[in-house]
């Protein structure tokens, strides 16, 4: 799981916020989140259940279009 807080600090920012997970290097499916953030601040929260392995890097991927 993970959960990010977004915002403005003036009270103008708005947009979406996207977080999913990549595994490997690789995108894992069904993993994206949006969050639409309106002048204020919101909390995105994306989570998953998967099986890691020895050696398996998972990343935690974070975009906007603001």
Do not use: H, P, Y
């Not at 600090?9 to 916020?17: F, M, Q």
């Not at 490997?24 to 204020?40: C, F, L, P």
């Amino acid at each position: 799981m993970a959960a990010a807080q977004c915002g403005s600090d003036e009270n103008d920012g708005i947009g979406d916020v996207r977080m999913w997970f990549r595994l490997n290097g690789e995108d894992m499916a069904d993993s994206n989140t949006i969050q639409t953030v309106e002048k204020d601040t919101a909390v995105l929260v994306c989570q998953t259940a998967v099986e890691l392995k020895t050696g398996d890097k998972l990343e935690i991927v974070i975009a906007t279009d603001v």
